[in-house]
């Protein structure tokens, strides 16, 4: 069993800065990617970035240029730095654990930090 727990939401102006953080317990995250996904209020849950086992990072076009995900498998810990950030980042995000296929659907989630970015 993996508990996911997502940590440094909270309100901040637009243009600001946050660093989410996702750490890891019952098991070590260095075998499996790791995955940032957000839901904004009324809409269905979005994809934000991940990064696979060998330290390569995949991030989605919206947030491109701006955000940033990292892990430290030493502390167990998943990140993403958010810069520059915007109103419709608003919104509840998520850490998922991937699976040692890196395809494979995520099976593991965090029960989330909000984020609310104001104009």
């Known amino acids: 069993q993996v508990q996911l727990a997502e940590s440094g939401g909270g309100s901040i102006q637009a243009g600001g800065s946050l660093r989410l953080s996702c750490v890891a317990t019952?098991?070590?995250?260095?075998?499996?990617?790791m995955a940032w996904y957000r839901q904004a209020p009324g809409k269905g849950p979005e994809w934000v970035s991940v990064i696979a086992v060998d330290g390569t990072t995949y991030i989605s076009d919206s947030v491109k240029g701006r955000f940033t995900i990292s892990r430290d498998n030493v502390d167990n810990t998943v990140y993403l730095q958010m810069n520059i950030v915007k109103p419709e980042d608003t919104g509840m995000y998520y850490c998922?654990?991937?699976?040692?296929?890196?395809?494979?659907?995520?099976?593991?989630w965090g029960q989330g930090t909000q984020v609310t970015v104001s104009s």
């Open positions: 998922a654990k991937g699976q040692e296929r890196f395809y494979d659907p995520m099976d593991y």
């Open positions: 019952g098991r070590a995250i260095s075998k499996y990617p």
